[in-house]
């Protein structure tokens, strides 16, 4: 199979701070990981496309300066919540499409953020 | 614009089967998937089709008919475990995955 991880798990923050969460495909390498925001009880909503070694692709709505991706290996892509505020608490879903695979997304088992 | 219809809630009796239906209508399609996602979990992949017909996969099996924009999932002999939400996604011409909003699938004993 091919494994995601994500990290942290969950994570309690102050308005304002900054958070990072990584997401790593553990025994494939994927050329390209998806960041989604699933809010409760509604669908996953892609936030960006990230390729790496290039810059990520932000879908309609997403603030860039906000949400920063690094895609800086072909294991390792990062999110990085820039002056979070309650809104922004959310489950967090990193997913990683196998560089020559299928168009199947192996997905992390994503990240709660709770913004105080 | 890009649709991906599917029934909110569904409830099914342990043993019995259940058929889950999703309709689409994307810009363009390479391909229909279904994953599972318990509560507070992230989506596991459960099937994928893009020809037409029937893909079977130990209790649960997934129809596609490209022609009427048309999926289901079906689950046979229901366990407990079964209860998750169902999400059917579509992979556009441009090779986004769209995501229905899920069907919660209640499984009562």
């Known amino acids: 199979g091919a494994v995601v991880s994500q990290h942290p798990s969950w994570v309690i923050c102050k308005s304002g701070t900054s958070v990072k969460i990584e997401c790593r495909s553990l025994?494939?390498?994927?050329?390209?990981m998806f960041w989604y925001r699933q809010f409760p009880k509604q669908s996953l909503m892609l936030m960006a496309t990230?390729?790496?070694?290039?810059?990520?692709?932000?879908e309609q709505g997403v603030e860039k300066d906000k949400f920063l991706i690094n895609h800086a290996s072909l294991t390792l892509s990062t999110l990085t919540v820039t002056s979070a505020h309650p809104e922004d608490s959310s489950f967090y879903i990193c997913?990683?499409?196998?560089?020559?695979?299928?168009?199947?997304?192996?997905f992390g088992p994503g990240t709660r953020l709770t913004v105080l | 614009g890009q649709n991906i219809d599917q029934p909110t809630e569904m409830t099914a009796t342990e043993g019995a089967i259940v058929q889950i239906n999703c309709t689409y209508q994307?810009?363009?399609?390479?391909?229909l998937f279904w994953y599972q996602q318990h509560a507070g979990e992230a989506p596991t992949f459960l099937s994928y089709?893009?020809l037409d017909g029937l893909e079977e996969k130990g209790r649960f099996s997934s129809f596609l008919s490209r022609s009427k924009g048309y999926s289901y999932l079906l689950l046979k002999e229901l366990q407990m475990k079964d209860s998750a939400s169902y999400l059917c996604?579509?992979?556009?011409?441009?090779?986004?995955?769209?995501w229905g909003a899920g069907t919660k699938l209640i499984i009562k004993p």
């Open positions: 997913s990683a499409r196998r560089a020559g695979g299928s168009e199947e997304q192996f």
């Open positions: 025994d494939f390498q994927a050329t390209t």
């Open positions: 990230s390729n790496e070694g290039s810059k990520a692709t932000y």
């Open positions: 994307t810009s363009g399609f390479n391909g």
């Open positions: 089709n893009v």
């Open positions: 996604a579509v992979m556009d011409s441009n090779y986004q995955l769209i």
